[in-house]
T-cell receptor, first 117, second 113 residues
Framework: GAVVSQHPSWVICKSGTSVKIECRSLDFQATTMFWYRQFPKQSLMLMATSNEGSKATYEQGVEKDKFLINHASLTLSTLTVTSAHPEDSSFYIC?????????????FGDGTRLSIL | GENVEQHPSTLSVQEGDSAVIKCTYSDSASNYFPWYKQELGKRPQLIIDIRSNVGEKKDQRIAVTLNKTAKHFSLHITETQPEDSAVYFCAAGIAGGSYIPTFGRGTSLIVHP
């Protein structure tokens, strides 16, 4: 089955540090990748959608300069949280899909737990 | 945009009982409705989906029903087992073009042995 690898799984760092999270599709070409943020006991909040080779489309309220997304290849997308602060602490999870149609399922990564001290 | 409401937020049942989770959506143009199961500390996984041209779909102990007129859809789990304990998310979206689902807030299902 389709596998999405997300790395790292857990990050603890000091306030002001920039953190990069990688999302890789291991056995399929991910035309579209999604980045979500999930707070404890809450739903998946879409942050941005990225199509390979294009600029990411950010959801309302998500700062594009704060959360830099790069989708340079069909198998890799990265999310960089720049100058992270404690309020950025959260669970970040990516998903990848080949194609744009709804019958192409989203395959989720295992998520990254980000803790900013 | 689409707005998806999901209830209940927590559901506790005894093993063997049935569990029902309900979602409503706001955009009548939405026509694809997937359900995801997220076990503690793990990734969400698609368990079943339904399209707007179908009223019901079954897969073993899991079924989903859709009422387009009322704009609500439900997940039914029969003969629940402890391994069904997880957070379940519904989603809704418009097929065609780039499909981007809107997720419900999730339901934490606890199945007591």
């Amino acid at each position: 089955g389709a596998v999405v690898s997300q790395h790292p799984s857990w990050v603890i760092c000091k306030s002001g540090t920039s953190v990069k999270i990688e999302c890789r599709s291991l056995d399929f070409q991910a035309t579209t990748m999604f980045w979500y943020r999930q707070f404890p006991k809450q739903s998946l909040m879409l942050m941005a959608t990225s199509n390979e080779g294009s600029k990411a489309t950010y959801e309302q309220g998500v700062e594009k300069d704060k959360f830099l997304i790069n989708h340079a290849s069909l198998t890799l997308s990265t999310l960089t949280v720049t100058s992270a602060h404690p309020e950025d602490s959260s669970f970040y999870i990516c998903s990848a899909r080949s194609g744009t149609a709804e019958n192409q399922p989203q395959h989720f990564g295992d998520g990254t737990r980000l803790s900013i001290l | 945009g689409e707005n998806v409401e999901q209830h209940p937020s927590t559901l506790s049942v005894q093993e063997g009982d049935s569990a029902v989770i309900k979602c409503t959506y706001s955009d009548s143009a939405s026509n694809y409705f997937p359900w995801y199961k997220q076990e503690l500390g793990k990734r969400p996984q698609l368990i079943i989906d339904i399209r707007s041209n179908v009223g019901e779909k079954k897969d073993q102990r899991i079924a989903v029903t859709l009422n387009k007129t009322a704009k609500h859809f439900s997940l039914h789990i029969t003969e629940t087992q402890p391994e069904d304990s997880a957070v379940y998310f519904c989603a809704a979206g418009i097929a065609g073009g780039s499909y981007i689902p809107t997720f419900g807030r999730g339901t934490s299902l606890i199945v007591h042995p």
